[in-house]
């Protein structure tokens, strides 16, 4: 059919517009599919069906717009022929071209640009120490030919910096271009500032939101003082829509290779898991006269399902085969120094007021990096059903009823005191039993906003084993400790200060106090209890615990935060030898200090606990504080302090943190660590951008970890410099990485994103 011409609006076609795909084009009067309407201000002639137009041509399709300054149009045919200043704008894949002159066939959407330029919308798939950038790709060549699903466009080049004069730009004699699929460029140049950098005889990028293709990954050198050069190349399997597979293959000159296998998958929405393997085949290096060298393997991995009806299945490993391995090898500082693996396996549900669980666990404590000095802990398999608190009587006397029940076959292995050889361990039977249920019954009195919670709960034990004689033993133990406590609250004082401040409208100040009295009695031959866990911990008890918390709240409109909070804890003991738990004269844990702290204190019969505070403050957002401090009476000191602050203004940035250990030499020795990061600037910030991160020992007065991390980017690429100094146990290790990051498309480099500070 033959639509009204209306008249359009003036308009530049020589301008070549970078246009914002992120803001829709409104199109209130865009034509039906099949329908298009034609309009020219010079001459509109139709001759056998076929449409001469002159002068601001444009032509408007359901999903396009075509505007040039002559045009032939066959209705027939449906053939579009343009020529001078030609536009052409797809709103489905978001596409903009400007050329010389056009063929397009409206029916079949295919067509020929000459002397074509233009902008295509960027996939941005935002992650963690990735360049991006909202810009469109922009594009030049000679012709570009319209496919069906694709463009091919010849003899140009590709970039998504800004023109005229872009950072860099990718030239090919041919780009074989799918929208929101893939681009592939054949015997393509890459040049920075106009100058050939690297040569890619086939250059593949997906333009998926998550894409997934085969293909060898880039490669990479990097060199180290301890390692020698280091070259690494691998492979990437898309094995199916649900699964793949990375390999990574390292060489150390100076050490030996590395192998790096990560599995994953998603089979079903319910399912996915991730595996990963790494594993060095070391030769050693020479410290002096002294072969350092620590060959092994660590398997990581994660995993999860559904069942349905409830039933969940989750799964984690960390597994290494030794210390020295990990302090050698890892690229953490934090992982490093940790000295505790833990793998799990578990089936759930939560039904009602229960929980049933089944589980199977393996713990490795390293007691240092000396093979075979570590603390073996393992659960085959262990069964909990619990039960949350459930009111059974009504009135006033109310009672609520809750359990925790077990039954495992666990296993321990340790090397013995020092002294003895390593080979002989103290270790129970494969498979020795354990089996608890522990009731409990609670009632409250409240009375003029004074809360009295009273609770009476029965720890009933039974262990296969027991420790006699320093060794473990067949005889069975069984444990039956009542348990009673009385929790008191007493009603909250508060103050409100009607007066404006930098911190609100309005400021509240609350005080808390608060008090639990405990006894536990019957704990018989604590020492002779195997420990597997936590539970194990329990002793006889006669002891109060006071509290006080400070809070401060600040209003400012509707918006009420808390920005300050003081908290403060210490227990009296009445009984200073805890049922005959507690030796003098070197560490002891039991369950009710490590309630209070998870510092040690107990060095033998005492009355009272550490003060225990902890202090919070968020003033502002972007400002936060935290310091947690156990002072002892006893010895006169902090002997524990936590302290970290972290402040983020704009893009600058600051944290720090210390931590200080000084108590009882009997039960832990002293530590001194300061640990800072700071900063200016982003992943994406155009300009430079800096940051440095350490971990001082004060007590050893030696850098542990540094790393100063240079970073200069351009509106579509940017270059990183880090220097990573690593210096703890056998490590002592200076890295310089460098990494070069195209928006959008990549990064090519040694440093990792996982290694970026920013």
């Known amino acids: 059919m033959a639509p009204a011409l209306p008249q359009p609006a003036a308009s530049n076609f020589a301008v070549v517009e970078r246009p914002d795909f992120r803001i829709p084009v409104p199109r209130p009067d ?5 329908d298009y309407i034609i309009s020219a201000r010079d001459k509109q002639v139709s001759e056998n069906g076929v449409y001469h137009l002159e002068g601001e041509v444009v032509v408007e399709l359901h999903n396009a717009t075509f505007k040039s300054d002559v045009a032939d149009y066959d209705e027939e045919t ?6 001078g200043h030609v536009y052409y704008r797809n709103y489905d894949q978001h596409e903009v071209i400007y050329c010389d002159s056009a063929e397009y066939n409206t029916e079949t959407e295919r067509g020929k640009f000459s002397k074509v330029r233009g902008y295509t919308q960027t996939k941005v798939v935002a992650r963690p120490g990735v360049l991006t950038t909202q810009a469109p790709f922009y594009f030049e060549g000679e012709w570009a030919d319209k496919l069906e699903d694709r463009y091919i466009l010849h003899e140009g080049f590709i970039t998504d910096c800004a023109m005229p004069n872009p950072w860099w730009t990718m030239h090919s004699d041919k780009f074989d271009i799918v929208p929101d699929d893939r681009a592939i460029a054949h015997k393509a140049v890459y040049r920075l500032r106009k100058i050939p950098a690297f040569y890619f005889p086939y250059f593949y990028k997906s333009l998926k939101k998550e894409p997934r293709k085969s293909g060898i990954l880039t490669p990479n050198f990097a060199h180290s003082n301890q390692r020698g050069w280091m070259f690494a190349t691998g492979y990437y399997l898309a094995i199916s829509r649900s699964l793949d597979l990375t390999y990574i293959f390292q060489d150390f000159s100076a050490r030996g290779v590395a192998h790096h296998v990560d599995f994953r998958g998603k089979p079903t929405q319910k399912t996915d898991f991730n595996l990963i393997f790494y594993g060095v085949q070391d030769r050693g290096v020479l410290q002096g006269s002294t072969l350092i060298k620590a060959p092994g393997y660590s398997v990581t991995g994660t995993g999860k399902t559904e069942f349905g009806n409830g039933w969940i299945a989750r799964g984690n490993i960390n597994f290494i085969s030794s210390l020295a391995f990990r302090q050698q090898f890892t690229e953490s500082f934090s992982e490093a120094i940790f000295s505790e693996t833990h793998s799990s396996g578990s089936v759930e549900k939560n039904f009602s007021y229960y929980n049933f669980s089944a589980a199977v666990t393996r713990t490795e404590n390293f007691e240092d990096a000396t093979p075979g000095n570590s603390i073996i802990l393992r659960k085959f398999p262990e069964f909990d059903l619990n039960s949350r608190d459930r009111q059974i ?6 009672l609520w009823l809750s359990f925790d029940s077990s039954y495992g076959l666990n296993y321990r292995a340790q090397p013995r005191p020092e002294g003895t050889p390593l080979s002989n361990f103290y270790q129970t039977s494969q498979f020795s039993s354990r089996g608890d249920f522990e009731p ?7 009375l003029k906003g004074i809360n009295l919670l009273p609770s009476f709960t029965l720890h009933e034990t039974f262990y296969g084993q027991s420790f006699q004689n320093n060794a473990v033993s067949s005889q069975n133990l069984n444990r039956t400790a009542p348990e009673f406590n009385i929790q008191l609250i007493l009603p909250t004082v508060e103050r409100i200060y009607n007066r404006k401040t930098f911190l609100g409208d309005k400021l509240k100040h609350t005080i808390e106090v608060r008090a639990n009295y405990k006894y536990v009695s019957n704990v018989v031959k604590f020492a002779d209890t195997l420990r597997f866990d936590p539970l194990d ?4 008890t006669n002891e109060v615990e006071v509290g006080l918390i400070n809070r401060l709240y600040a209003k400012k409109g509707d918006d009420v935060r808390e920005i300050f909070t003081l908290e403060l804890f210490q227990k009296r003991y009445f009984d ?4 005959g738990a507690v030796n003098a004269g070197q560490r002891n844990v039991l369950a009710t200090s490590l309630d209070l702290t998870g510092y040690s204190f107990l060095n033998g019969p005492r009355g009272y606990s550490p003060v225990v505070a902890v202090m919070r403050s968020n003033p502002k957002n972007g400002i936060g504080f935290i310091w947690e401090t156990d002072y002892d009476p006893l010895l006169q000191r902090f002997v524990n302090s936590i302290l970290s602050a972290d402040v983020r203004v704009k893009r600058y940035f600051f944290s720090a943190g210390s931590d200080q250990v000084r108590p009882d030499p009997l039960v832990a020795p002293p530590a001194n660590q300061f640990r800072t990061t700071f900063g200016y600037g982003d992943p994406n910030r155009k300009g430079i951008n800096g940051a440095f991160s350490m971990v001082y020992d004060y007590r050893l007065g030696h850098l542990d970890f540094g790393i100063a991390q240079v970073t200069y980017n351009t509106d579509c690429c940017g270059l990183s410099f880090q220097l990573r100094r690593l210096n703890f146990g056998t490590r002592n290790e200076t890295v ?4 070069f ?3 959008n498309l990549g990064t090519v480099g040694t440093l990792k994103k996982q290694e970026r500070l920013f």
């Open 537 to 540: 911990l329990l002793s006889d």
């Open 30 to 34: 865009a034509p039906a599919k099949g």
């Open 78 to 83: 449906g053939i579009f022929t343009a020529h």
């Open 440 to 446: 409990t019954l609670t009632t409250a009195f409240r």
């Open 576 to 579: 200073p030898f805890f049922g």
């Open 736 to 739: 310089p990485l460098v990494s």
């Open 741 to 743: 990051s195209i928006a």
């Open 393 to 398: 009587v009504k009135g006033a006397l109310p």
